[in-house]
């Protein structure tokens, strides 16, 4: 790769390849159709080689600076390469947030990395900003839904507690019915969605690993910078065990204790581990099978829907009978009638409603047009026209 990308700048520069060279007569004729672009070029094989520097021992840093010097540019421009195609790579995973608006319910997958995991802080402002704004737009579009149900999928180790708490507090303000399943590795921020479920709808699939765990951060600075960060930890785990235990029913020192486990790592937990302890309610695949609604229920649904969406609430009961004027009963009771005069006249209704047949038409034939009675004004009338015609 190092090669290529050599041989690439030597011929975008002027220089010649030598015949002998097949690779580089190649390369020449890509450049000269515009086939190969020369800066992604550049960056792949910038990253090829600090790749190969770090498999031979070399640290990251040192590595990143061996580069820079044999491509004969900055340090911040290999960091800037390196983060860049690390970032491109783990895009497919990253801040992905679906919002899925059907007529009876609203289904939401959180995959990836939530928010802007804390490496991303110090590089590359203008890919942070622009990540941040997708994730903020997100958060608004959940926290607009007008649906009655919320069904959120969760395939997520964690990523940056502020935003988790945002979709958390998002989710709560909707107040819908709200369901939170877990898959896989369900750990850190990702938990802390999962609460955002109402009572009783907290699920995992049956091979979900849950781990909840003391926050973390990256810093620097000075000992009172560092005292600052050291005292936003400890409000921010006293701020999540509190959440974990106003679900769990537990105490907060209790989750506190959980949450500080192997030096504040945390312990992964079962699905049977996580009911016990109050994180979870029950496993996906001990739901009851849901009996998919009729054409009739769904209509209905769809009418409501366009009720709220056009701002027409209060559409979920129906009136009464009495209080509707144009209510006309379908139905009566032959019990209840007041008198036998009226249920001899109903026998009588149905023994005529049985004995009536389909009226019959005769068969009349079409009058003869020569056989039409003569209308004498008509005649008169058509003798003047012609004397008239003819004059």
Avoid at 7 to 22: D, E, F
Wanted: charged content about 25%.
């Amino acid at each position: 790769m190092l090669y290529m990308y050599n041989a690439v700048t030597k011929r975008h520069a002027g220089i010649m390849p030598r015949r002998n060279r097949r690779y580089e007569r190649l390369i020449g004729i890509l450049l000269n159709n515009n086939l190969v672009d020369l800066r992604a070029c550049e960056h792949r094989a910038i990253y090829c080689h600090v790749a190969s520097l770090q498999k031979r021992g070399y640290g990251r840093c040192h590595a990143m600076a061996l580069a820079a010097v044999k491509f004969c540019c900055s340090y911040q421009k290999i960091r800037n390469v390196i983060y860049d195609t690390e970032h491109s790579k783990s895009n497919i995973m990253n801040s992905t947030i679906k919002i899925k608006n059907d007529v009876d319910c609203t289904t939401i997958d959180i995959e990836g990395t939530i928010g802007l995991s804390e490496e991303w802080q110090f590089d590359n402002p203008d890919s942070r900003v622009a990540t941040y704004e997708r994730f903020r737009e997100r958060v608004s579009q959940i926290a607009d839904i007008k649906n009655s149900a919320i069904v959120v999928n969760i395939r997520s180790t964690g990523g940056d507690v502020n935003d988790a708490l945002l979709i958390y507090e998002a989710l709560r303000a909707t107040g819908a019915h709200i369901t939170t399943r877990c898959y896989g590795y369900t750990a850190s921020a990702a938990t802390i969605v999962a609460q955002a479920a109402s009572e009783g709808c907290r699920e995992v699939a049956p091979s979900t690993l849950y781990l909840i765990h003391n926050s973390l951060c990256s810093t620097e600075g000075n000992a009172e910078e560092l005292q600052a960060e050291v005292e936003m930890l400890r409000e921010t785990d006293s701020r999540l065990a509190e959440i974990y235990a106003t679900r769990s029913g537990r105490s907060i020192e209790e989750v506190a204790a959980l949450m500080s486990e192997n030096g504040g790592r945390g312990r992964w937990l079962s699905p049977a581990e996580a009911i016990a302890e109050g994180l979870v309610d029950r496993v996906i695949s001990e739901n009851p099978p849901v009996e998919s609604p009729t054409l009739v229920e769904r209509t209905k649904q769809g009418v409501k829907a366009l009720l709220r969406a056009i701002g027409i609430e209060g559409v979920d009961e129906a009136p009464l009978p009495e209080a509707d004027v144009n209510y006309i009963p379908r139905e009566y009771d032959r019990d209840a009638l007041p008198t036998a005069s009226a249920s001899a006249s109903l026998v009588a209704l149905d023994e005529g409603q049985k004995s009536a047949t389909a009226t019959t038409l005769k068969s009349v034939e079409d009058p003869s047009p020569v056989a039409a009675p003569v209308n004498m004004r008509d005649k008169a009338y058509a003798e003047d026209a012609r004397a008239i015609r003819y004059r």
